[in-house]
């Protein structure tokens, strides 16, 4: 067994909860390790320590005093706590769905950001001719006060429409 | 707990009675303040009666208050520095001899202080594991992290608390 094994079994060992090929390998390993060794010893003192050390009784009237204000509270109803808020959620959730919350939460900012940046860096594209010019109008040369120029679709446009329709021609 | 749901306030007195003593334990071991104690045991069990009608067997009731008992004293923690090592109790009279009381006191002084100088997490660990004696399942479960979590604590609280320890056993 190594140091690092070692040194998270030690509890269970100086508790007795070990399965015996644990407990076989811890000895034999602190057999031979000091610092496992003496964490051991750590662990045992502490132990003693929390048995010597002094603990007062329970209060005199502990339970009366949590029964009045009980009954207090009962008397005067909170106000209705939200359905569901993120920070009850937080402090109710285990520390692996928060570590998954936050993973997700880095991850989505972290491509939004990527794209963000993508986007920026992006060259902007030529501009057309057509998106060059405020009037679309312009790029057509439309002329209302001058006549069509010869040969044009617009001349050809206006030829037509002003022939008068030829009965039976 | 399910008669407590149902607005039943004699079976939550009966809770208390039973109970009150391992609220009052874990929270004085961890704050060493009797009246800081009193308040966090006191909020543990009426936040406790405010969850009934939410409330699932799934633990034992006292895994679930050392739970509400660790929660609070952790949040108490963060919002309090540690105490000083003046609010511990009278030792008890086991010998007659002043020098020795004072000896004792001492100590305890001492041990209070290294505890105090812990990180609230290790304290935590410390007190639930060492001095409550919960096996490491328990303290994780108390805490709500992991066994590995609460081990990597422990050993964390132990090199600390090493040489103190080592200078005691030596007196």
């Known amino acids: 067994m190594r140091c690092r094994k070692a040194r998270l079994t030690i509890d269970a060992y100086v508790s007795g909860k070990i399965g015996p090929r644990d407990r076989v390998a ?12 003496q ?5 045992r003192r502490l132990v003693a320590l929390g048995q010597a050390l002094p603990m007062p009784p329970v ?14 509270r009962i008397a005067r ?44 860096q992006a060259p902007a594209a030529p501009p057309t001719q057509a998106a ?8 057509y040369n439309v002329d209302y006060l001058t006549d069509a120029p010869d040969g044009s679709l617009a001349q050809t446009y206006l030829a037509l429409v002003s022939t008068p329709a030829q009965e039976g021609k | 707990m399910l008669a407590v749901a149902k607005g039943d306030l ?23 303040d009797r009246h800081e104690a009193e308040d966090v045991a006191q909020e543990a069990f009426l936040r406790i009666l405010d969850a009934a009608p939410r409330y699932k067997p799934t633990a034992a009731f006292g895994t679930y208050l050392s739970r509400v008992v660790t929660r609070l004293c952790l949040d108490h923690a963060q919002k309090k520095r540690p105490l000083p090592a003046d609010s511990l109790p009278a030792v008890q009279d086991v010998n007659p001899s002043a020098a020795e009381r004072m ?19 290790q304290r935590m660990a410390v007190v639930l594991r060492y001095f409550e004696g919960l096996d490491c399942r328990s303290v994780a479960s108390a805490m709500d992290t992991t066994v590995k979590a609460v081990e990597r604590l422990l050993a964390r609280a132990r090199g600390t608390l090493q040489p103190l320890l080592a200078e005691l056993s030596e007196k």
């Open chain 1, 77 to 120: 109803p909170a106000p209705a706590a939200p359905s569901w808020s993120l920070a009850a959620w937080w402090r109710m959730a285990s520390a692996p769905i928060r570590a998954a919350a936050a993973a997700v939460l880095v991850i989505g900012l972290g491509t939004g950001a990527l794209i963000s940046w993508n986007t920026w």
């Open chain 2, 103 to 121: 000896a004792v006191q001492d100590r305890d002084r001492t041990i209070r202080a290294a505890l105090d100088g812990l990180p609230p997490a």
């Open chain 1, 132 to 139: 060059s010019q405020t009037d679309p109008l312009a790029s």
């Open chain 1, 39 to 43: 964490a051991a010893t750590v662990a």
């Open chain 1, 26 to 37: 811890i000895e034999e390993h602190l057999k031979a390790c000091d610092g496992c060794r």
């Open chain 1, 59 to 72: 209060p005199e009237g502990f339970a009366k005093r949590v029964m009045a204000l009980a009954r207090r």
């Open chain 2, 10 to 32: 004699d079976a939550f007195d009966q809770i208390v009675l039973r109970h009150q003593e391992l609220a009052w334990r874990i929270a004085f071991r961890f704050l060493g």
